[in-house]
Structures are given as C-alpha cells and as structure tokens.
C-alpha cells in the first residue's frame, strides 16, 4: 500500500526524522493560510498523488508570496498530474503540501527496503542523489551503496559510519545521519513497511540533514495489525476496479489488453494469461476469483472484467477441486442473463463436476463456447477477440 508524502512526513516526524515545517491543504484558501503560518520567505506547493517525478511533471512549485501560493494551489487541485510513472491518463490531486523552500547545499539518496535474496534489510544510498537517482543506477551503479542489515544483530553504529562515508560527511552530519537511519530502522519494523524512500535526503546551509522528499509502501499482508496505517489508504489514487474487487475478496489487476480472464488460483491465472500471449492475445486483466468462489463472486467477477470498455471477449478458466464446476457455470449463467451479455465468452471447466458444468453451458443457448483443454480455449478467445 501507498501512502501521500505528507503521511510519510509525520510518520519521519513520529519517528524523529527530521522534515520541513509545512502542512496539506485541499483547498487554494487553506493552502494560502498554510503558508501565512509557516515563518518563510517562500514555499513550495507539491501536488499529493502517489507516484514520483511530480517535479519534472508540473507538479511542484515554487512560490514568492501567498497569492503565488494559492494561483499554484488553483492551478493544481482538481486536476490529473501525469507523469512517467502513472499512465496516459494521470493521477488525480486533491490535495496540495505546502512548504517552506529549503537551502539546499547537497542532495542525497537514502532508502531502506527488504532484500530477499539476502534475508535481510538493506540501505541503499548514493552521494549522488536528486531526481535523477534512476540514471544514476542505470549509468554510473559504482556510485550506490548497499549495506544489508541482518536481522538478529539490527542497525550497527558502525554501518551507520559506514554509509556516512560514502555520502562524504562531516562528523557534525554522521551524528544527524545516524539519528536519520535509526528512525527508518524502527519506523520499518514498528509498522512493517516493504520500503522507505528519502529522495532527496538534503544537507541545508545551516548544515542540517532534512529529508525534502518522503516515500512508504507497506506490505498489504500487515495492514490487519495496523489499522493506523490502513486508515492512510487513498482510494482515490488507486484504479476502481482494484478497489471494487477488494470489496469482493477478488485479486484483479488492470493490465490493458482486450481478453478479459477470470480464473481461481493465482498460478493459474499466470499460466492463462501466458497461453492468452502465446496465442497472439492481450490479456486485459488478472482475476483470481479464489478456490473457494461461489456464484455472486463470478457476477462480480463478470461485472468488473465488462467494466472495462475494451474488453473484446472473455476467457473463464477454472480448476475444480474446492468449488465444484457446475457451481461455476450457474453463476456465469447468471452473469451472462443479468447482465445481458453480447460478447463472445469461453469457458474451459476441468476438475470436480467439470460434465455436468459444461453440459449447463452448452444446453443453456446462451452462445458460449465450452473448451476442453486451455489450448483450444486460449485458441478460440483469440479468434473471437479479433472478430469482434
């Protein structure tokens, strides 16, 4: 799960990572009484959505007076700010923070995130930080540090000194940086995030370290023991669909084809969509209805795969063993009449009452297509999605 940058920012603050003093604002008059507040010459206004290069995207401005504040705060609220990591059609900002511009002397990147591979922590940090820190990995990768963080022995002083090198501090600093690496240590492990970005972590004038930029994703496995953190969730920010299916206990994911794929089991789904590509195909979504669906689960299920206007036809694939199949089939003979189907739709029903499933199907007239095998199943949806 994400969260806005001004969440990020008081969960540093309750953690006691150093931030600019600023506020969010969900309107151009409150965005300007924020300001009025903040002791500053000037400030920054940061359109709130969840995905970065908001800078290079518009999203980020500054401003020199309180009526620069509240045009920029109009200019933004209320729109959609695309940028290279959303896709063509943005993401909507509601809400704006409000800062007081920092004197920057240096930037660097600092980030925290679980490496599987080895079972531990790691953070990664770069002299070298700023917007560009992708270029950075992709062009110059001898520039970042990595230092793993095992899990029995926690942060050690000396990797803290270790990291303070290769950012090229002073002693004044590596005690300000180490206070900085506790905190996301422990915010990490209090409210189990998956990754903690400070991009850019900034040396000020005055010679602070303040982290200009914040960035949490947290493990959706652990949100049942955090409902402080749960309750930041913005489903505004998130695709409908998505939102809707959680409502469901569905696992859908938009990916932009015009196959729709309903399938129980996860592995199975992967194998579908795979033979969907195989065959020329473009999947346009992943659905996990679950082993153990029922039949209002497959009307939801049919209603968020129709939700999407350019679905051309409709592959079900289900293994019976939990749920049995002619259990599936009654409920997408329901979807199919409720909803008035028009598009082709192929059902390929293996598993528990698999005969007595495809049977329903093709005694229903309703013009579905029963497959045998996911070969010919993945086969006939092509065809039926090119027609159409």
Same mark, same amino acid.
């Given at each position: 799960m994400n969260i806005h940058e001004y969440q990020a920012k008081q969960l540093f603050r309750d953690f006691a990572i150093p931030v600019p003093p600023g506020t969010v604002a969900d309107s151009p008059q409150q965005a300007r009484q924020v300001a009025q507040a903040i002791d500053a010459s000037a400030w920054v206004v940061k359109a709130q959505i969840h995905a970065g290069a908001r800078g290079k995207a518009g999203g980020v401005k500054v401003a020199d007076t309180l009526d620069q504040v509240e045009a920029i705060a109009q200019h933004l609220l209320g729109t959609q700010l695309v940028t290279h990591q959303t896709d063509s059609h943005g993401l909507p900002v509601n809400s704006v923070l409000v800062e007081a511009v920092s004197a920057i002397q240096s930037e660097f990147y600092l980030s925290l995130l679980l490496d599987r591979e080895s079972e531990a922590l790691?953070?990664? $940090?770069?002299?070298?930080?700023?917007?560009?820190?992708?270029?950075?990995?992709?062009?110059?990768?001898?520039?970042?540090?990595?230092?793993?963080?095992?899990?029995?022995?926690?942060?050690? $002083?000396?990797?803290?000194?270790?990291?303070?090198?290769?950012?090229?501090?002073? =002693?004044?600093?590596?005690?300000?940086?180490?206070?900085?690496? =506790?905190?996301?240590?422990?915010?990490?492990?209090?409210?189990?995030?998956?990754?903690?970005?400070? *991009?850019?972590?900034?040396?000020?004038?005055?010679?602070?370290?303040?982290?200009?930029?914040? =960035?949490? *994703?947290?493990?959706? *496995?652990?949100?049942?023991?955090?409902?402080?953190?749960a309750a930041l969730r913005d489903t505004r920010q998130e695709d409908a669909k998505e939102v809707q299916a959680r409502q469901f206990d569905l696992n859908y994911i938009t990916l932009g084809g015009n196959i729709g794929c309903m399938v129980n089991g996860a592995g199975l789904a992967m194998a579908t969509m795979d033979m969907v590509k195989l065959k020329g195909g473009a999947p346009a979504n992943f659905l996990d209805v679950g082993g153990g669906t029922n039949q209002d689960k497959v009307k939801e299920a049919f209603k968020l795969i129709l939700a999407d206007g350019t679905v051309k036809a409709v592959l079900v694939n289900i293994f019976g063993g939990i749920v049995k199949c002619d259990v599936i089939a009654a409920g997408i003979l329901a979807a199919v009449e409720d909803m008035h189907l028009t598009i082709p739709v192929v059902v390929r029903l293996e598993g528990t009452n698999a005969e007595q499933g495809r049977a329903m199907l093709n005694q229903a007239g309703l013009g579905l297509v029963a497959a045998e095998d996911l070969n010919n199943a993945a086969e006939q949806v092509v065809r039926l999605a090119e027609a159409a």
């Open positions: 790691v953070f990664i $940090a770069s002299a070298a930080g700023g917007m560009d820190i992708e270029a950075v990995a992709a062009e110059t990768p001898e520039k970042i540090l990595r230092v793993p963080v095992h899990p029995a022995a926690g942060l050690q $002083a000396y990797q803290c000194r270790q990291i303070a090198a290769g950012l090229g501090l002073d =002693k004044t600093r590596q005690g300000q940086l180490y206070a900085i690496l =506790k905190g996301m240590y422990q915010l990490f492990l209090a409210k189990d995030a998956s990754q903690i970005e400070i *991009n850019p972590l900034i040396a000020t004038a005055a010679g602070d370290l303040v982290a200009l930029d914040a =960035k949490i *994703n947290f493990d959706d *496995n652990a949100l049942g023991l955090h409902a402080d953190i």
